[in-house]
T-cell receptor, first 111, second 113 residues
Framework: RKEVEQDPGPFNVPEGATVAFNCTYSNSASQSFFWYRQDCRKEPKLLMSVYSSGNEDGRFTAQLNRASQYISLLIRDSKLSDSATYLCVAPGGMGRRALTFGSGTRLQVQP | DAMVIQNPRYQVTQFGKPVTLSCSQTLNHNVMYWYQQKSSQAPKLLFHYYDKDFNNEADTPDNFQSRRPNTSFCFLDIRSPGLGDAAMYLC????????????FGAGTRLSVL
């Protein structure tokens, strides 16, 4: 099983829609998780951190379900500018210190 | 102001010709990472330094080496680039190993002719 798994999408949604992505992780000891946003040919940029059950920042809500080992990202009132790839990130398993990235979920918001 | 700086932004090299990519940071972070990202794929960790402690990923080819002469700088050396090494190389830093998010540089896009 991959350490971090995401549905690659693409998710094609109209402007104003609500969209949710899920991400599953394998390391049950992980305490913190992150969602990064990556635009085409650019570096990943931190969108949200999730340290407990969840986090909310404007239109974005991240939730953590430790029992089922998944994290979700909810985007409300989608904007055209939300079109990007969203990467789920968790600390590496097996005692590794580094962060492990999911393969990303592509979102395309259409007018 | 950019706090993780990668140079060059674009690098073209020839098949088999050694190349060095550089990364510098002004954050005084303990941990520096090198990731390789190919088109439509997730960033793949190559190795990371925790201070001077080097950590290689098991599947990182021997062709890839790294140096960290001081806290601020980290280099990625590709000894004999192959066509399959063409990718975006991302440097990231984090304060420690407690699972904090990393700050990324803008990346170096490597082409191999």
């Amino acid at each position: 099983r991959k350490e971090v798994e995401q549905d690659p999408g693409p998710f094609n949604v109209p402007e104003g829609a609500t969209v949710a992505f899920n991400c599953t992780y394998s390391n049950s000891a992980s305490q913190s998780f992150f969602w990064y946003r990556q635009d085409c040919r650019k570096e990943p940029k931190l969108l949200m951190s999730v340290y407990s059950s969840g986090n909310e920042d404007g239109r974005f809500t991240a939730q953590l379900n430790r029992a089922s080992q998944y994290i979700s990202l909810l985007i409300r009132d989608s904007k055209l500018s939300d079109s990007a790839t969203y990467l789920c990130v968790a600390p590496g398993g097996m005692g590794r210190r580094a962060l492990t990235f999911g393969s990303g979920t592509r979102l395309q918001v259409q007018p | 102001d950019a706090m993780v700086i990668q140079n060059p932004r674009y690098q073209v090299t020839q098949f088999g010709k050694p190349v060095t990519l550089s990364c510098s940071q002004t954050l005084n972070h303990n941990v520096m990472y090198w990731y390789q990202q190919k088109s439509s794929q997730a960033p793949k960790l190559l190795f990371h330094y925790y201070d001077k402690d080097f950590n290689n990923e098991a599947d990182t080819p021997d062709n890839f080496q790294s140096r960290r002469p001081n806290t601020s700088f980290c280099f990625l050396d590709i000894r004999s680039p192959g066509l399959g090494d063409a990718a975006m190389y991302l440097c990231a830093t984090s304060r420690d190993s407690s699972g904090r998010a990393g700050d990324f540089g803008a990346g170096t896009r490597l082409s191999v002719l």
